[in-house]
């Protein structure tokens, strides 16, 4: 029992005094960039998802960390990990020097993937995947297509929100992306229908895949591909709520601690459609397979 403790001590050593080098130039690399990060685009409303994305990184590389052990009869790539680790410290050079956040932030991706699998193989790097997938999420997309996208999404979601609460009874009334309902004027901003709450809602939707591990491949696929209306929808009962609440409350309630509250309550929305649409196909894969098994055991007995 003695050895074993004392075995599993030394491995910890040994991992730790193999990946201290690693870390400390890690920590070199991108303390900078989030300093800059949380000082500047992490202030903003558009980009306040990313130290949540950051966090939700590191818990699932946490996650995986058995992969980093020592393993012996993994075989390492040499050639692609240093092509890999050297066109990610390119990206990073590039970017920190120009002040390029798309090359700094992404340049995260090819450093670890070079480092993976300079150290620990193809293995670790299939294992680690998602957490660099998800390192996406925090790279801000350019101005350019943001404005493309983001205006048609608005113009969408205030279309949906005035048909439904116009439907219902409500005076309302639509101009381009500002909503007249009874005397109050209300703006559907950025923040309310853009990119930014489709790229936090997808986020949340792919976490939520790639934590519930299920093993139809139709499943997930089906359900990652609904995540971009059901985003859709979650952004239209945002705005259909700061809608109602500015109405029956006054501007000032719509404009207040309500108007913070509803993005938290986006999210649960989006949670919520997100686990019943999942349930929905859980419950069709099932019917599906029970179909199946009838069919083929009808077969078998013929």
Same mark, same amino acid.
């Given at each position: 029992?003695? =050895? ?5 001590? #030394? ?52 996650? =995986? ?5 020592? #393993? ?9 990990? =240093? ?126 895949? #790639? ?49 913070? !509250?509803?993005?938290?309550?986006? !999210? ?23 179909? #199946? ?10």
């Amino acid at each position: 029992m003695t =050895s074993s403790i004392l075995n599993q001590r #030394n491995a910890v050593s040994a991992n730790l005094t193999e990946w201290w080098p690693v870390l400390l130039g890690l920590i070199a690399l991108y303390i900078p960039t989030y300093y800059a990060l949380s000082t500047s685009l992490w202030g903003s409303d558009d980009q306040a998802h990313g130290p949540i994305v950051l966090m939700v990184v590191l818990f699932l590389i946490w996650q =995986s960390r058995e992969t980093l052990k020592p #393993n012996p009869s993994v075989e390492t790539w040499p050639v692609l990990g =240093s092509f890999s680790l050297a066109f990610g410290l390119l990206c990073y050079t590039l970017g920190r020097s120009q002040d390029i956040f798309l090359l700094d932030i992404g340049s995260q991706i090819p450093v670890l993937a070079g480092i993976l699998l300079l150290t620990r193989g193809m293995p670790a790097l299939k294992a680690m995947w998602f957490p660099l997938f998800f390192i996406l999420f925090m790279i801000p997309l350019p101005g350019v297509f943001l404005d493309a996208v983001t205006l048609p999404m608005k113009m969408a979601v205030s279309y949906v929100a005035e048909n439904v609460l116009f439907w219902v009874g409500y005076p309302i009334a639509r101009a381009g992306v500002i909503l007249q309902i009874g005397p109050y004027q209300l703006l559907v901003a950025d923040a309310c229908a853009g990119m930014h709450t489709l790229i936090s809602l997808e986020a949340l939707g792919l976490l939520y895949l #790639n934590l519930v591990k299920h093993n139809s491949l139709f499943r997930n696929i089906t359900l990652a591909i609904l995540i971009v209306p059901i985003s859709f929808t979650a952004n239209v009962i945002r705005v259909m709520v700061l809608t109602l609440v500015t109405y029956h409350f006054g501007d000032e309630a719509g404009q207040g601690f309500i108007h913070g !509250f509803a993005g938290m309550v986006l !999210f649960m929305v989006a949670l919520i459609l997100i686990m019943g649409v999942d349930s929905m196909l859980q419950l069709g894969v099932k019917r599906w397979d029970k179909r #199946n098994m009838r069919l083929s055991g009808g077969d078998l007995q013929k």
